[in-house]
């Protein structure tokens, strides 16, 4: 299976299963795109020499041999046309053992912004507005210890709602974290999201020496970032929490963090708000697609398409103008490892929300991951009780690239890994269907991160 496409005057080729990039020349390009069309691996380099003949291509014949050739020994190394090696082992994946390793702690449902887009509903959740009290954390804690198995290393996130808006117990649950750490052979990392409205530098000084990531969010432009972020009064938050984001970010080396922000249907341009980003300093970006129902009047719909994948184009051409200038930006969705990359479990399914992730709210209850929280379908046990509803962490360990039929025929499967289940079942009430807008998207992203790839090479 190979996906072939032109993007900023490279010819890319993808061969899917094996995972190699190449870029060609016009005549291998060409000759691909006969084969694809007449049966693709199947087809012999002397029928494909004949093909090529008949449609009369602008190329010499020795341009052709040499082609054909080149095509013959990719195919032969493994590196075009390669078996599907994850077809077989997904047997063995839907058996595979899983531990908790990754805790979402809705530290707050309550926020002090009221953004216009939140699925967390101004971080109520579809229920009471709550904080996570001392007690309750620390069980969650003791959770994830106790089942997390042989694993050393841990993950917890901080959310809400907004996190600062409980701090004290977010600082004495990582001191309860770091108690835990020696006597049961463990290594907590921490992370935090915060929209900045309570940042200060005593909070940022702790950040610094406990969290291994922080996530801060921000749209964009003032006019953008305002009219979608503001306060519960309707002013704007843009002016009071640049700086402070500013502040955090040049304190930590403009490393460890990112800039989180959402685009709709608002603001369709969105480059220009990754590039307003950037010129504020920030070297870590990360501007998302709203995923909303289109019923509302800021969600993306499908006649948006064309011109959001234009706007991606635009972006990874922009992102590489401002590398060849020496001000490098790291955007979120167009970083991509094709030399290593994630584990054979995460290319099939993800983020382990529901096995190996789950988001626990301010009384304890466990949910598959912070987007299906409030939904009480989904409520899977608490932190003293445990799982007690194995069948839904069985469902979401079975959810995976091969279980999704959209997914089979898609180049980008082992770079999404399916995509966002909660997504999934919010619009068609299945965590093994996908969000087919969000599939364009994140297939463009693909290919511009590939290109970019390409042209760095070339700097």
Wanted: aromatic letters at 10%.
């Amino acid at each position: 299976m190979i996906h072939q496409y032109k993007n900023n005057g490279y010819n890319i080729v993808l061969d899917v299963n094996s995972g190699s990039v190449h870029i060609v020349d016009d005549v291998v390009y060409d000759l691909l795109q006969i084969a694809e069309k007449n049966g693709g691996e199947g087809m012999e380099s002397e029928q494909l020499i004949e093909q090529a003949e008949k449609l009369k291509l602008d190329y010499s014949s020795e341009e052709i041999q040499e082609a054909v050739e080149e095509i013959q020994a990719l195919k032969e190394a493994g590196m075009l046309y390669a078996p599907d090696v994850y077809a077989d082992y997904i047997g063995e994946f839907k058996q595979r053992d899983t531990v908790v390793k990754a805790l979402c702690l809705h530290i707050a449902h309550d926020c002090n912004l009221a953004c216009q887009y939140c699925f967390a509903e101004e971080g109520e959740y579809h229920g009471r507005r709550a904080m996570m009290s001392l007690e309750t954390g620390k069980k969650a804690f003791d959770f994830l210890v106790a089942h997390s198995g042989n694993r050393m290393n841990l993950e917890v996130d901080f959310f809400g709602g907004e996190p600062l808006m409980n701090w004290q117990v977010v600082k004495e649950l990582v001191a309860y974290g770091r108690s835990l750490e020696e006597p049961y052979h463990k290594k907590f990392r921490f992370t935090l999201t915060t929209n900045g409205v309570l940042l200060n530098d005593e909070i940022i000084e702790f950040l610094n020496r406990e969290m291994s990531n922080v996530v801060l969010s921000l749209d964009g432009r003032k006019e953008v970032n305002d009219r979608m972020r503001p306060h519960r009064g309707g002013q704007g938050s843009y002016e009071e929490i640049v700086p402070k984001f500013q502040k955090l970010a040049e304190s930590r080396g403009q490393m460890n963090y990112y800039v989180r922000g959402t685009f709709t249907r608002n603001n369709l341009d969105f480059a220009k708000d990754v590039m307003h980003l950037a010129d504020l300093g920030f070297e870590q970006i990360s501007v998302e697609p709203v995923v909303a129902e289109e019923t509302e009047e800021y969600a993306l719909r499908p006649e948006d398409l064309a011109g959001l994948l234009a706007e991606y184009d635009k972006l990874a051409v922009a992102l590489l103008e401002r590398r060849k200038t020496g001000k490098p930006v790291n955007f979120f969705h167009f970083m991509i490892d094709l030399e290593g990359g994630p584990c054979v479990a995460k290319r099939l399914s993800g983020c382990g929300s529901g096995t190996e992730y789950l988001a626990v709210t301010p009384w304890g209850d466990l949910y598959p991951c912070h987007q299906f929280v409030g939904k009480e379908e989904f409520l899977m046990g608490n932190v003293e009780e445990g799982i007690v509803r194995s069948d839904i962490s069985g469902e979401f360990k079975v959810c995976n690239v091969y279980a999704k039929e959209k997914c089979k025929s898609c180049f980008a499967k082992f770079y999404c890994s399916g995509g966002c289940a909660a997504n999934s079942y919010n619009f068609h009430g299945d965590i093994n269907d996908t969000y087919d807008l969000g599939c364009e998207l994140q297939k463009k992203r693909v290919e511009c991160a590939i290109m970019m790839k390409a042209a760095m090479a070339d700097l």
